[in-house]
């Protein structure tokens, strides 16, 4: 089993930053793959971005440029930073995380882009 715990989200406005984290626990050593999704109000969850074990990161197109994923495995924990953001993006963000056998998701959290 993991454990995702995610903080950072909240309401920022157009043009602003904001860092996204999600800190695994439990059985973290089988995890291969950390990243986010998101899901906006009527739509469908979507891919933000995703970074494995080796390294290789990707992104959404719609984010590509403006937000950056890494992961520090020392303190098993994934960020998103979160730049020029747009309305479009005010979503919950839901961390993911999949090992071998599962797929895990944080409790999500809003990021609220609006002036």
Same mark, same amino acid.
């Given at each position: ?6 903080? $950072? ?11 996204? +984290?999600?800190?695994?626990? $439990? +059985?973290? /050593? *089988? ?30 197109? +719609?984010? !590509?440029?403006? /937000? ?6 020392? !303190?098993? *924990? ?5 730049? +020029?953001? !747009?309305?479009?993006? *005010? ?17 999500? *959290? ?6």
């Amino acid at each position: 089993q993991v454990q995702l715990v995610e903080s $950072g989200g909240g309401l920022v406005q157009p043009g602003g930053s904001l860092r996204l +984290s999600c800190a695994a626990s $439990g +059985s973290i /050593f *089988t995890i291969y793959r950390m990243g986010w999704y998101r899901q906006a109000p009527g739509n469908e969850r979507e891919l933000v971005a995703v970074v494995t074990n080796s390294g290789m990161i990707d992104y959404s197109d +719609s984010v !590509k440029g403006r /937000f950056s994923i890494s992961r520090d495995n020392a !303190k098993n *924990t994934v960020y998103l930073q979160m730049n +020029s953001l !747009k309305p479009e993006d *005010t979503a919950v963000y839901y961390c993911n995380v999949r090992t071998s056998t599962s797929i895990y998701w944080g409790q999500g *959290t809003q990021v609220t882009v609006s002036s």
